[in-house]
């Protein structure tokens, strides 16, 4: 259990101490955000801040992740390393799109089609490995069972669960890509989510049906591969971008870039996946969700009526041109995700507790 608190604390240090030599890495190249021209015109102000700072908090979450292994004499399990690949090859797609807005000076990096490519060949890897792996119990990493809290229906097989893993990594990883608008949203907001699972890994490892006898509830227990590397992998991710958080809360000294957003979604998606709360992720990831959906409304308002429901989209952008300040709108959508993270959260353990 103490490589849990190892991560965590490990991972805060490294972006503490790393963020602010990666803001002046950026800096000396020249490596500045580009602003849209049809953007809220108060963020015409951060045009040339240092981005691709996810490289920060990628870096110190797979070092916060392996220094933990070694302190506490633990060896690395699959579902923890498949996570985390998932999380440097989402980043590594965003790190592409990221290099070629700034040798370009534009606002658009790769192509839709090539960053599209990129993401189905990460997480198409990612779909098939997670499938492989069995321990003594017959366990692998995912489920080709849907699942909410646990596994539960009819098994999908293998090829629709391929496709229903790219839906989520896909979803997820947009979704927070289009939540990183502002100084500290999407980081502040991963942050909770990241400590829900935290929990969720600890108390799956606390409950695990391989426990037998020591269970509290042996009509609860859950069948997940490796819970504890999973809450692992969890703490290392919410120390290293709450310290990420410092340098990037408003006024931001650094943005994540998709470099850090694509690999945030990515690994959320596959928390959720090798946890079993596949559908939870939607709950506890509800601002994700909320602001994915207020960009899909706006785009099928548009082409259906030419009209738009929203002043702009995403959503926090809208309330920005209703007046509200950036910090304002940061912290009640921190406010709104954190309630989210609760009613999760408490659907998990009602679930546990509904099978007493």
Not at 239 to 259: E, Q, R, V, Y
Not at 293 to 306: A, D, E, Y
Request: with cysteine; net charge positive.
């Amino acid at each position: 259990m103490n490589q849990v608190l190892f991560a965590g604390v490990i991972g805060l240090f490294l972006t503490l101490i790393g963020t602010p030599l990666l803001i002046k890495l950026l800096a000396r190249k020249g490596y500045g955000q580009y602003i849209r021209d049809d953007g809220p015109r108060e963020h015409a102000s951060k045009r040339g801040t240092p981005t691709m700072g996810g490289i920060a908090f990628i870096f110190a979450t797979v070092a916060a992740y392996f220094l933990s292994k070694v302190i506490s004499g633990e060896s690395p399990r699959y579902s923890g390393v498949l996570v985390l690949g998932l999380m440097v090859g989402m980043g590594l797609v965003g790190f592409l799109d990221d290099y070629i807005k700034i040798v370009k000076r534009r606002s658009l990096g790769l192509r839709a089609k090539a960053k599209m490519a990129g993401q189905l060949i990460v997480g198409i890897a990612f779909a098939v490995l997670s499938l492989q792996f069995a321990d003594s119990r017959g366990q692998t990493p995912a489920s080709t069972k849907l699942s909410f809290i646990t596994d539960f229906g009819w098994t999908i097989g293998p090829v629709l669960f391929v496709v229903w893993a790219l839906f989520m990594i896909l979803a997820m990883s947009n979704g927070v890509n289009l939540t990183d608008g502002l100084d500290g949203l999407a980081t502040g907001a991963s942050v909770l989510v990241f400590g829900a699972y935290t929990f969720i890994g600890v108390w799956q490892f606390q409950e695990s049906c391989a426990n037998g006898e020591t269970l509290t509830n042996p009509g609860a227990c859950y069948e997940v591969r490796d819970p504890l590397d999973l809450a692992v992998v969890a703490s290392a991710l919410m120390g290293s971008c709450l310290g990420f958080l410092w340098w990037n809360t408003s006024p931001a000294k650094i943005f994540m870039g998709d470099t850090g957003s694509l690999a945030l979604g990515g690994v959320l998606a596959g928390l959720a996946i090798c946890s079993r709360t596949e559908l939870l992720l939607a709950i506890l990831g509800g601002l994700f969700v909320l602001i994915t959906m207020s960009v899909v409304i706006q785009v099928g308002s548009f082409k259906l009526t030419g009209k738009r429901v929203f002043r702009m989209a995403p959503l926090q952008h809208h309330f920005e041109l209703k007046g509200w300040s950036e910090v304002l709108v940061v912290v009640r959508f921190w406010i709104i995700q954190g309630i989210c993270v609760i009613v999760g959260l408490g659907l998990f353990y009602a679930g546990w507790a509904a099978d007493k």
